[in-house]
């Protein structure tokens, strides 16, 4: 099978705290807290590791933080591929309001990379064995330091080798990275917005927007919905899934649960449709869990028995961005 090779530059520790209510100007009393190997690349090695995938990390890492970081993806048998920073690997704090589901998620700057350290990066990438249909896996932000077109340049690198690269990222680095033409994309309906430079307020401005990016050369587009499930956009067609409600613990990686499942199986050769859902079923699985770890393969397979999918023919088959906010509530 494909490898699944994870650029994780801005990584972290992630804490996460449970209490029943949070109070300000008040003892707030934790009921339950756990660590997790943070990072939206991280996020996704694990669980496509979990899945059965050959799944490998590039990451930059540095102090206390930087070990525990890589001693944890090591434990979950993930490949690390490390550029040590002199700074601290940066800590994400998740409270989480057990009485209500309300998260407060609080995130520090991560590492200022030196030109040292980054031109060691570039190194390090120079010299990683990829092969033509390998997947290439760029999520999340880029820590203080980095070059702004870091990853555009390695995508257009890595698509000349005939490598499928993946981009999730946000904003400006996000606009940038599309316009190297990834295979695969992956926003929500917030980062299409901000990628588009428009208000996105329709089922057929949704269905209009991200064919415009199938236009400009991505090969394709899985767009989330949160609870309201995800649509594929590809040349192929469209397909939605979703999963009947659940009770949330914690969303903080669902994206990259989901990411790492669609990945998985188009490795594997699966149909688009089966794709889709086994990825909603990961990122379903995962918001059952508490903290930022990622499910296992049978919780997943649970959650696949209860995915619906359709063939979208009509933007009406859609959700409006109104009506995923208002199943978010």
Request: aromatic share 6%.
């Amino acid at each position: 099978m494909p490898r699944i090779v994870c650029f994780s530059l801005n990584s972290c520790l992630d804490r996460t705290f449970s209490l029943h209510r949070i109070l300000f100007d008040d003892i707030n009393r934790v009921e339950a807290a756990q660590i997790d190997a943070g990072g939206k690349g991280n996020n996704v090695a694990v669980m496509a590791g979990k899945l059965g995938s050959d799944a490998r990390v590039i990451s930059l890492l540095g102090g206390q933080n930087g070990a525990v970081v890589g001693r944890m993806l090591r434990a979950e048998g993930i490949r690390v591929v490390t550029v040590r920073t002199r700074e601290e690997t940066r800590a994400i704090y998740n409270f989480v309001e057990t009485a209500t589901g309300r998260m407060v998620r609080i995130n520090e700057k991560g590492p200022a990379v030196s030109p040292a350290e980054q031109a060691t990066f570039f190194r390090v990438f120079a010299r990683t064995p990829f092969s033509p249909g390998d997947f290439a896996v760029l999520s999340g932000s880029l820590p203080p330091g980095m070059r702004p077109d870091t990853y555009d340049l390695i995508i257009r690198n890595l698509n000349a080798r005939k490598v499928l690269t993946v981009l999730d990222a946000d904003n400006e680095l996000f606009k940038r990275g599309i316009a190297a033409r990834p295979f695969l994309i992956k926003p929500n309906l917030w980062e299409l917005e901000r990628a588009a430079g428009r208000r996105i307020r329709t089922s057929r401005q949704v269905m209009n927007t991200c064919r415009s990016f199938l236009d400009r050369g991505i090969g394709a587009l899985l767009l989330t919905l949160g609870g309201s499930g995800a649509v594929l956009f590809s040349r192929e067609g469209i397909w939605r899934a979703w999963h009947p409600p659940v009770h949330t613990a914690c969303t903080v990686g669902c994206g990259d649960a989901f990411l790492a499942g669609f990945l998985h199986t188009t490795a594997k050769g699966e149909p688009p449709s089966a794709c889709l859902a086994y990825a909603v079923a990961c990122g379903t699985a995962k918001a059952c869990l508490p903290g930022t770890g990622m499910p296992d393969k049978k919780e997943v397979e649970r959650a696949r028995k209860k995915i619906r999918t359709m063939t979208v023919r009509t933007p009406e088959e859609i959700p409006s961005p109104a009506e995923v906010s208002a199943s978010e509530k």
